[in-house]
Each structure stands twice: as C-alpha cells, then as structure tokens.
C-alpha cells in the first residue's frame, strides 16, 4: 500500500511540474501576444497620424497650385478619404491603379507591386489593364524593380527606360506587355511604397509614345498617392495583423486558464494522495495494536461458549458477538491494503439483505435518536459485484452521519432501485439514503470525501472519505444533494458488471 502511494505521489509531483512548466511558457506567450498587440496598436497610431498629415499637406498644396492641379489634389484628398475606410488590401491597390490612369493624362498602364513576406521579390498585384497575372520581379531589376529600391519618386525615360525594360526576360516580358499598351512605353512614373524604413512595394505609371507626357511636376502627386496607398495598405494587414494577436491571445489566455486549473487538480490529488499515504500508516499501525487484544477476546468467548448449553439463552448472543468480532478481524486483517481488496473478495451479492443487515446494527441507535426509518427497496433488484464487509461498513457510515445529522430526531429514508443503462452509464443499482436533518453548507460539499476533513467536534474525517474510496474501487460514486435546514440526500450508484482492478 505505501508503496503504491509513493509511485503515485512521484507520477503526481512529476505531473504537476510538467504543468506548471507549461504554464510559464503560456505566461511568456501570453507577455509577448501583448507587447506585440501593443505595438501594433502604436503603429496604428502613427499611421493614422501620416495619413493627417498627407491630408494637410495636400489641403496646403490645394490652395497654392493653379486651378488645372486643383482637381488633382481633390482627387488625392478623395482617395485619403476612401482608403482611411478600405479595409481590404485587395480594395484598396485596385482603387489607386484606376484612380492613377484617370488622373495623370497619358498614362498607358497602371501597376502596383507588393513585397512578398521574404522581401526579396516583388509581386505584382493590381493592373489596370485587367486581373494580374504572376509576375515577380527582384529588387533593382527593370522599372518595378528600381521603383521598390528608390528613394523617392522619379521620372524614367529615353535610354534609362530601355535600358531597364532590356532587363525583363522573354516571359515576364511577355507577361507585362499585354497589360501596357502601346508597348514599349515611351516614359515611366516610378514611386516607391514604404513607411518610415519599411518598404512595401512599388507603384508604376507607364506613358504612351509621347514622353512629354509626364512631366517632374506630376512627381509629388504620384509620391503622395504612393504614401497615401503604403499608409492605407499597412494599416489594413497590421489591422488584421491586431485581430489576429487578440484572437491568439485570448486563446493562450484560456489555455492558460485551463492548464491551471488542471495544475490545482494535481496538486489536490497530490494532497489527496498524501492523506491517504496516513491513512495507510495508520491503518498498519491501529492493526498490529488491535490483533492481539482482538484474538484474546475472541478465545475468551469461545471458552464461555464451550461452557454453556447450546440452546441457552446467552448462547444466542455469544454467536452475534463471535461473527462480530470475526468481521472486525476480518477488516484487520485486510487493513494494510484496505484500499485495493483482492479479486478474490469480491462475490455477486444482493445490496438489499446487506442494508437490512447494517440497519439491524444500528437500530438501537436509531430508536435512543428518535429517528424514524423508511425503507423503499426494489424486489426485482440485481445482484452488483462487491465486498460484502466494505459495503457494510460504507452504508454503516452513511447511516450513522445521517443520525448525526438529525440532534433532534427525524426522517431516515432509505431507497433502492435499479438504473437503466444508458450511452454514458451502466446497468447499475443505486442506493439513496437522505435524511431530514439540518443541511451541509454548501462551502462543506466540495470537501466531504477529503481524509480528516470534518465539522464534527469529535470526528476523525474518515468515514466519507474511506466509503468514497471503497465505492470508488467497486466502480460506482457517490453524488450528494443538500440544503441547509431541509436535509441531506447521498445517492450510491454501483454498476451491476463492477470492472475490477489489479
């Protein structure tokens, strides 16, 4: 028994710090989910305070730039507008290409190109000509390529421009040429998509044969319109990015949660196993003290009984105190390993005959307490796989706290019946013993069935405990129902096919 208890006690420490090691990784995720959303939510910040100040750096312009870059400017502050509430990245690149061929004349083509998460290729994403087909270009290769490394905006053309279309291959030649038209181009605006250090990807204005067409004039509108789209694209997949962290966060906060919860379970049951541990001490202790006196009073009586006529009065009484003192030699005897019987011990028994025989014992105690007993018992009941001795001594507790809890007298109701079997629950008998007594708070209940937990003046907080854990072992459990001032219910559910345990 003590050994088994130990093993147990190690799995339980090694499993409780397998929790609590797995809770400091979620609380180390959970700091980090949270410095990240912060960071996010600082972002957010100072993009909505770029996209301000691109807003009163145009309204600025508006009022300085002759009337035929006014609309330009209306277009560029209408735009501001539109992305501030484009919450889609695909929404938003496809408005700044459409808007660019309306609002810079000439313009044969519009392209916009996204970083890929390496960053080291850009891909193109939206065209005016049409859907985008799959294009990607290095950093610094051709017009997109330049476009995504430059600092500023800029005007290709002449032989820079031919130069940098000389540097497409023959696909993704053949791939760009059908989206500008007439090609090649005679003149290019280029304008880089970033934020602060952060690159994004690249916006490309194609012009027609005329390369007069573009002018450096038109280099600020392009630029703003790029600045508007980084700050209106970066804040859509950092918005996204924040949900993603508050949904990742409350998820490791719940995991959190529940590892926790299941670390207290182990270290009740690592307590549990502890008191049980005692009792097991205990248990050897109170049998080496109790089998000599207990074999001395048993011989005794034997020798009384040798003595005396069989049919006398006193024989009678001499044989209960014999098969008595032989039960109680019994549970001695088996008080070492008294939490995990033999197989051997356990027998088809009928739970009726053994509660009319507890009640027996405990009708003196029953009539001097003014308890009235009723008992409802089910005649078709089946026989339930048990320990006879352990289920007596579990309904001998159940009865004898339901007395205690009625000072003053009361109902004992004891009823038997059979439980149909269901998806989750077995063919089993249950056994109902309430009592009409004075209650158990409800802060009691959670620890009824914990070793030397009592309320009790001169209770040893055995008694639930030790029935618990004898039902336990018999497959069943124990439900309890209680309300103060009204009485106390303890339902015995036992299955009738008991699954035993090495």
């Not at 048990?386 to 009361?410: K, S, Y």
């Not at 004075?438 to 029935?467: N, W």
Request: one cysteine or more; charged letters at 20%.
């Amino acid at each position: 028994m003590q050994n088994l208890v130990a093993t147990e006690q190690i799995r339980s420490h090694r499993a409780r710090i397998r929790q609590r090691e797995r809770i400091a990784l979620l609380e180390q995720r959970v700091a980090e989910l949270e410095a990240e959303l912060a960071a996010t939510r600082d972002g957010d910040a100072a993009r909505a305070r770029q996209v301000a100040r691109l807003s009163s750096q145009l309204e600025a312009s508006r009022a300085l730039q002759p009337a035929s870059h006014s609309s330009r400017l209306d277009t560029l502050l209408a735009i501001s507008s539109v992305l501030l509430v484009t919450h889609e990245v695909a929404a938003i690149i496809r408005l700044v290409v459409e808007e660019a061929v309306k609002r810079f004349p000439g313009v044969s083509g519009a392209l916009l190109y996204l970083a890929d998460p390496s960053g080291q290729q850009v891909v193109l994403r939206a065209a005016s000509g049409g859907p985008a087909p799959a294009l990607r270009i290095q950093p610094g290769q051709s017009v997109a390529g330049r476009a995504f490394i430059a600092p500023r905006a800029m005007l290709m053309s002449g032989p820079e421009l031919e130069l940098a279309l000389d540097e497409l291959d023959e696909e993704q030649r053949a791939t760009i040429s059908p989206l500008v038209q007439p090609w090649p181009p005679a003149s290019a605006l280029i304008a880089p998509l970033r934020f602060e250090h952060q690159r994004l990807g690249a916006l490309v204005l194609y012009g027609g044969t005329h390369a007069h067409l573009f002018i450096p004039r038109d280099l600020p509108f392009v630029q703003a319109l790029a600045d508007l789209t980084s700050v209106a694209i970066l804040e859509t997949t950092q918005r996204e990015r924040a949900t993603r962290l508050q949904r990742d966060l409350t998820q490791t906060q719940s995991l959190h949660a529940e590892t926790q919860a299941r670390l207290d379970t182990a270290q009740a049951q690592l307590l549990q196993s502890a008191k049980l541990a005692a009792v097991g001490e205990l248990a050897a202790s109170v049998a080496h003290e109790i089998n000599n006196p207990l074999y001395a009073a048993r011989n005794s009586l034997y020798l009384i009984e040798q003595d005396l006529p069989p049919d006398s009065a006193p024989a009678a009484f001499l044989q209960i105190a014999q098969d008595e003192l032989g039960r109680i030699a019994r549970i001695i005897t088996r008080m070492r390993d008294f939490y995990r019987p033999a197989r051997t011990e356990f027998e088809p028994v009928d739970i009726n005959q053994i509660l009319r025989e507890t009640l027996e014992l405990v009708q003196t105690h029953l009539r001097h307490g003014q308890v009235a007993i009723v008992i409802q018992s089910a005649c078709d009941l089946p026989l339930v796989t048990a320990h006879v001795d352990q289920m007596r001594q579990v309904f001998l507790n159940m009865t004898l706290n339901a007395c205690d809890a009625m000072p003053d007298g009361g109902l004992l109701r004891i009823t038997t019946f059979q439980l149909p079997p269901a998806p989750i629950q077995a063919h089993s008998v249950v056994v109902e013993i309430a009592d009409s007594g004075i209650g158990i708070p409800p802060e009691h209940q959670s620890h009824l069935f914990e070793p030397f937990y009592t309320t009790k003046p001169q209770g040893t907080g055995l008694g639930l405990a030790i029935s618990g854990h004898i039902v336990a072992q018999h497959g069943g459990h124990i439900d309890v129902e209680s309300t103060v001032g009204v009485g106390t219910t303890f339902t015995i559910i036992l299955p009738v096919a008991m699954p035993l345990h090495d």
